[in-house]
């Protein structure tokens, strides 16, 4: 079978590297490349990675890594003909990519949508957006569509989607790290600790900026800061805060040494603002895995999946003040920190639901129209009738927004844009790639995104 994996990262160099001993970049990596690899020479596998390296190279029999830039990601003129190319009998489309989608579609290639991004209404651009996606996976030849974990899969919802046709997955399980900690001593900076992309979107600038409010008031806090990004930049920042001597950038680090730097560390911060588009952020798996306690923001990939006060400290996203509130809070009291700690094997082990990564694909490869039905068994519906701890979360009775499960018809542009009556992806609809019947005064903004 000729399968192609459409995704972000330059697959070729990653695999180099960690067969020359390389560390990962970020925990499962190795994992998740071996597997890949594993699937030739019995099959021809084929990674197409938007990537900075653009290339074309064999790593082994079977095997084939091929790079678009970035920049190219939603040009299907450049695209399509790469996929024309490789004739794909199967595609697993890891991100939500309308070009590749709707080729897809076309082509009528077996496809399985398996992404890690949060999907939310927002004002008229999203909804536009979510709208033109939602057409595309309709289109497309697939037994489901998947996404990381419980609340990425839920907000699915909002492009339509049904709980019997989402499959949540998830990455292989960490194990915790040691026994529960007790409260640092007081006589010593509190030393916390950011892994993930410096970036304005993952809270970076709300860290540093949390820093330099608490240790205006007296509170001596240190921040390290570990994963890729403009490493003298965020350098300037903190020092322009007056704390460039509080703040220490690692820059990348090995994947295995993110769990010693937050078993080390005092606390961990997952600062993500609602804009940074995510599943469930590993650093939250691991951070919980180190048993140091965790302070996270609202963002609503996991707002609904911690419990504040019990397992984890909330602050609102983008507000540096609530999260110097927060670190204060676990600082002068003892027992919470205590508590956290206590509490984080148990809230680890009940962040994990849905089919590991692998398991999926096997299942698709296997069955690609699912007539073994093990959509079904692996669904969101599957879950909430299960009655198991996610049932309320599910069924709206959790912190999840009410309805989530159901399909979101307000999300979607009014019924009767696409007249093809919201037909089941395997009927095999026919195609048509005008804007259909666009109601007045969208059209305007289809017009603009289109050109984009």
Not at 389 to 413: E, H, I, M, T, W
């Amino acid at each position: 079978m000729r399968i192609v994996l459409f995704q972000y990262g330059d697959f070729g160099e990653v695999y180099r590297r960690l067969r020359a001993g390389g560390p990962e970049t970020y925990r499962d990596q190795l994992h998740s490349v071996d597997f890949v690899a594993s699937l030739a020479p019995r099959h021809e596998v084929t990674s197409v990675a938007l990537c900075r390296r653009p290339h074309d190279e064999e790593l082994g029999p079977g095997l084939r890594s091929i790079g678009i830039p970035c920049d190219l990601a939603h040009d299907r003129r450049r695209i399509w003909p790469v996929l024309d190319r490789l004739a794909p009998e199967a595609l697993i489309c890891r991100t939500p990519n309308r070009a590749v989608l709707r080729w897809a579609a076309r082509k009528r290639v077996h496809t399985l949508p398996s992404f890690a991004d949060i999907f939310t209404s927002g004002g008229l651009r999203t909804r536009l957006r979510n709208w033109r996606l939602a057409r595309a996976l309709r289109r497309c030849l697939r037994p489901c569509v998947a996404n990381h974990s419980l609340s990425a899969s839920m907000s699915l919802a909002r492009l339509g989607l049904g709980p019997e046709e989402i499959v949540p997955w998830e990455f292989c399980r960490v194990r915790p790290e040691g026994e529960a900690k007790a409260a640092p001593p007081p006589d010593r900076p509190f030393r916390l600790l950011f892994a993930g992309a410096l970036s304005e979107s993952k809270g970076v600038g709300d860290c540093i900026e949390g820093v330099s409010i608490a240790n205006e008031a007296g509170v001596d806090l240190e921040l390290t800061l570990a994963g890729p990004g403009d490493v003298d930049a965020w350098a300037e920042l903190a020092s322009r805060r007056g704390v460039g001597s509080a703040v220490r950038l690692l820059g990348v680090i090995p994947a295995e040494q993110v769990l010693a730097e937050m078993r080390t560390s005092d606390a961990v911060v997952v600062a993500s603002r609602h804009e940074y588009s995510e599943g469930l952020p590993n650093t939250i798996f691991e951070a919980l895995a180190s048993r140091s306690p965790l302070i996270a923001s609202d963002h609503p990939a996991f707002v609904d999946r911690l419990r504040p006060d019990v397992d984890s400290l909330r602050f609102r996203a983008a507000d540096p003040r609530d999260l110097a509130r927060q670190v204060v809070r676990l600082i002068r009291e003892p027992q919470l920190y205590g508590r956290l700690s206590e509490a984080s094997a148990e809230a680890l082990e009940g962040l994990y639901v849905g089919l590991e990564w692998s398991e999926l694909v096997l299942r698709f490869l296997a069955d690609p129209l699912d007539e073994g039905g093990w959509v079904r068994a692996h669904s969101l519906a599957a879950l909430s009738e299960s009655g198991g701890p996610f049932g309320p979360v599910l069924q709206g009775r959790g912190q999840a927004a009410p309805g989530l499960v159901k399909p979101v018809a307000s999300d979607r542009v009014p019924s009767g844009i696409d007249g093809d009556g919201l037909p089941p992806s395997r009927q095999g609809p026919s195609i048509s790639e005008g804007r259909e019947d666009v109601p007045e005064g969208l059209v305007g903004a289809v017009s603009r995104m289109e050109r984009e």
